[in-house]
């Protein structure tokens, strides 16, 4: 394992190649976010910094074939990255998480969630995609246009960056396997607290959606941060941050809580 | 004189009459009226836009807009209560209202000077109530609520005293013999003054400050005079000399005596539906719709907030919600929501609606304070249609809101008409509530 100072760079080998994450450490629990397609943790930086100044522990991991990590051969497949985060949390080893999932990274953290429920403990879904009322190559694209002038105008440089390190035919892949995947039908079966989180001007997750996919969370709560696109992390990170850690501090149990065992808190 | 023109399109009354007759031919309720609804988009973008002008320039197109809808003083005079009366049941409501209002044009009067515009207008009112013998005019005037809107025209609040004939035709031609009518008694009353014989001046109304300080001032009168420049730091109204039903929402008695001889003689049955002011049926409307889908088996874990004209009880059962009225976005009426919640199993999801009246008027809450009352909710809590930047000066907000709220994702059948019987003794589970035969 490699550390550097402030923001700690973390590299641990899983499968087949390498997996860089950074990390602003702090108390537990350690929330893990996931990037979107085709982009990488560089957009999580000014969260991360955030989370960390509320004295959270916070991560960001880049998924293999992104960003710093390892690039192995072959499309990006949706189950194949859950099981390398779940991997990842192993060999860390990380217990207790609260994965962060941006854009498509939370079909990768509710698929994780659902087939390895172990070691997280809450969800957090910021700006979750596909609605599967707009789910096709052309309307993603045009809601992707139509969100565009809520973003940062600095996010640009970072998301051609990211394209250039992953590869075209790798950043279509992702792409294609978000519009595959039907997070709709795994929703239900997340048993941990989970919070959505929508930015108000977001025009990737409809409101209607936003709230769908709430309900469809069995312990879903849905969280609106005003004036963002569907980048929350990086329009808003410092008021992202707030209501991340009022959503632990309110559904996630200190760990001193689980001696007792899940029963034990009951009632 | 057209009734459509005289009577207010803003105002409670003729809002709540539209959103039932819409909602009796199965259909929500338009933002904008007869437009058709592809113009919702565009015009709420336009509106939206407007919301980017200095808040000065918003409160004189207020002004103006609620001038437009003003009819000129010197047609007072030919306004005809029976042709108001004919207008309402053109609507096929089975619910009538008893007060209807008239906003008249006037010019060069300022808000702050109730005896002012009292003058100003006096003549026309006298000629409206010649030529109307069965009505009752309630001059009101608030320049704490309707501060934008009183800035050039006068609110003519009308109530019948009789029965009008169009109201009577209405009834024979509609309730089978057997029938029975439900008269609503808004018991809420208001200091008054007599300027003549039927014609009343009420200062203020019904919001978050009291009569009191209406009349006599306070530190948030003063504040509220300061905050839109004005040189005084109280009113000077005209001083009451009694209290009569409140204009907008209280039952002129002489009403309720003739429409219980009106059912004796027709052989109609008569309940009083009594309350003391109009949020206190909100409670127990929501327990009745609950109550409802409990019958039928459906969740009722979703509370629909609804805000003074925006309401719509089309779209309220479309989405499986159960309904809550707050008369006005103020404070407290925010604690009124409050304390239903604390008295209620909790939902999972509630959506708030919230007016636009223009003014920042005293104890109106923040669209923050409405927000943190909704995420009380289990799961959701949101503003629907809300541009809380904007609040309450928020043009788009009647076109925003209708196109929100038809999203919100159905999850039940439209139900059969509710049946009368076991309604009174849900409604009256709530203190305050009485439902009695009329005497």
Known sequence: MQHSAVTQRITVPVRDGPVVAWRSPGREPPVVCVHGAGVSSREFRPFLGALGRCGHDAWAVDLPGFGASGRPSGPPVLRALADTVAEWLAAVPLERVVLLGGSFGCQVAVDAAVRHPDRIAGLVLVGPTVDPAARGCGRQLLRWLRNSPHERLSMAPLNLADYRDAGTRRVIGAFRESLRDRIEDKLPHVHRPALVVRGARDRMVPQEWAEEATRLLPRGRLAVVPDSGHMVPYRRPRELAETVAAFLAREIAPAADRAHGPEGRRG | ?439
Not at chain 2, 1 to 18: E, I, N, P, Y
Not at chain 2, 107 to 128: C, F, K, M, Q, Y
Not at chain 2, 156 to 181: E, V
């Open chain 2, 1 to 439: 004189m057209k009734a459509a023109r005289a009577v207010a399109s803003f105002d409670s009354a003729t809002g709540m009459l539209r959103a039932l007759a819409r909602f009796l031919s199965g259909r929500d309720v338009p933002a904008l009226g007869r437009a058709p609804a592809a113009l919702d988009a565009p015009v709420s973008g336009l509106l939206g836009a407007a919301n980017r002008l200095p808040p000065a320039v918003r409160d004189r197109a207020y002004a103006l807009s609620g001038w437009a809808s003003a009819i000129p003083p010197r047609q007072a005079g030919r306004v005809r209560a029976d042709a108001l009366a004919s207008w309402v049941t053109g609507h096929y409501p089975r619910r009538r209202p008893q007060t209807l209002l008239v906003p008249v044009r006037r010019h060069g009067v300022a808000p702050d000077d109730p005896r002012g515009d009292l003058a100003a207008v006096r003549t026309a009112g006298r000629e409206l109530l010649a030529a109307n013998p069965d009505l009752v005019l309630h001059h009101m005037h608030d320049p704490n609520q309707d501060r934008l809107m009183i800035a050039e025209m006068t609110y003519f609040r009308l109530k019948w005293s009789r029965l009008p004939a169009a109201y009577r035709a209405f009834i024979r031609d509609h309730l089978a013999p057997g029938g029975r009518l439900v008269a609503v008694d808004c018991a809420l009353r208001w200091p008054t003054t007599t300027v003549g014989d039927r014609y009343l001046f009420q200062f203020g109304a019904l919001g978050d400050a009291s009569p009191e300080e209406y009349h006599r001032g306070g530190p948030r009168v003063a504040d509220l005079l300061s905050r839109y420049g004005s040189p005084a730091r109280r009113w000077d109204p005209p001083a009451p000399d009694g209290e009569s039903p409140e204009a907008e929402w209280g039952l002129q008695p002489a009403l309720l005596d003739d429409l219980t001889a009106f059912a004796g003689r027709h052989g109609l049955g008569l309940d009083v539906l009594g309350f003391p002011t109009p949020q206190a049926l909100s409670p127990a409307v929501a327990d009745l719709y609950r109550a409802w889908y409990e019958e039928r088996q459906l969740p009722a874990d979703r509370l629909l907030v609804e805000s003074f004209l925006l309401l719509d009880p089309w779209q309220a059962l479309r989405t499986g919600s159960v309904p809550y009225w707050a008369v006005f976005g103020t404070e407290s009426c925010r604690a009124g929501l409050a304390a239903y919640l604390d008295s209620t199993a909790p939902y999972d999801e509630i959506r708030a609606l919230l007016f636009n009246h223009g003014t920042e008027s005293i104890g109106l809450a923040g669209a923050e304070d409405w927000r943190r009352t909704a995420a009380r909710a289990r799961k959701l809590g949101v503003l629907t249609g809300v541009d809380a930047a904007a609040y309450p000066r928020d043009f788009a907000g009647l076109v925003r809101t209708h196109r929100e709220l038809r999203k919100v994702r159905t999850r039940c059948p439209m139900p059969q008409p509710l049946d009368v019987a076991g309604v009174p003794d849900v409604l009256t589970s709530r203190q305050d509530v009485v439902w009695r035969p009329a005497t």
